[in-house]
């Protein structure tokens, strides 16, 4: 069975990008019918912080990092600050060997406060996939704070477009909504 991965990089619990990752997973999981799994740096992050070192990777770390290399499809989302990702995100991949995600399929996702933040899914997420050779799908996604309700996403318009994106993820990985995606 074939592999669908989230990353959430915020640093807070609970999140609105963990809400918003979550949702997409949701709906990847319900036309691929096949299980998900979630990275979130929030949880990462006393461990993932004083990692300086690669040969030094703790091993909740490289856990993370085997659940990415073992994905098909990764869903990367992070909350938008001061006109980026997360720092401890940007550490998260830096950690990590730029071969492992060679060619899999990614939705790139994002959370702010106001639409003047949206440009960060194509500025450095997008920038960000490439540089490990992600596949990114056309339709990346933001969504603002007042689109969730207690940490929900309440927004037909959101979850329209997370179809659509993971749509686009299916395509690519050559799999159709009626197939379960195989090994």
Do not use: W
Not at 2 to 12: D, M
Not at 71 to 100: E, M, N, R
Not at 118 to 123: G, N, Q, R
């Amino acid at each position: 069975m074939s592999k669908i991965v989230g990353i959430t990089g915020s640093i807070a619990n609970p999140s609105r990008t963990r809400a918003l990752v979550e949702s997409i997973l949701k709906e990847a999981s319900q036309q691929a019918h096949c299980k998900v799994d979630l990275i979130d740096i929030a949880e990462l992050a006393p461990v993932l912080g004083p990692t300086v070192a690669f040969n030094q990777i703790p091993e909740a770390l490289q856990a993370a990092y085997r659940k990415l290399a073992e994905a098909d499809l990764i869903v990367i989302g992070s909350p938008v600050y001061k006109a980026s990702y997360t720092g401890l995100l940007k550490h998260f991949f830096d950690l990590l060997d730029p071969k492992q995600l060679n060619s899999k399929v990614a939705i790139l996702a994002a959370t702010g406060g106001s639409d003047h933040h949206a440009l960060v899914l194509e500025h450095q997420l997008r920038p960000l996939a490439s540089f490990f050779g992600l596949v990114s799908v056309p339709t990346a996604i933001y969504a603002r704070d007042s689109e969730f309700i207690d940490y929900q996403l309440h927004s037909e318009t959101i979850s329209s477009r997370v179809e659509i994106a993971v749509n686009q993820a299916l395509a690519l990985l050559g799999k159709s909504e009626s197939v379960a995606l195989a090994a």
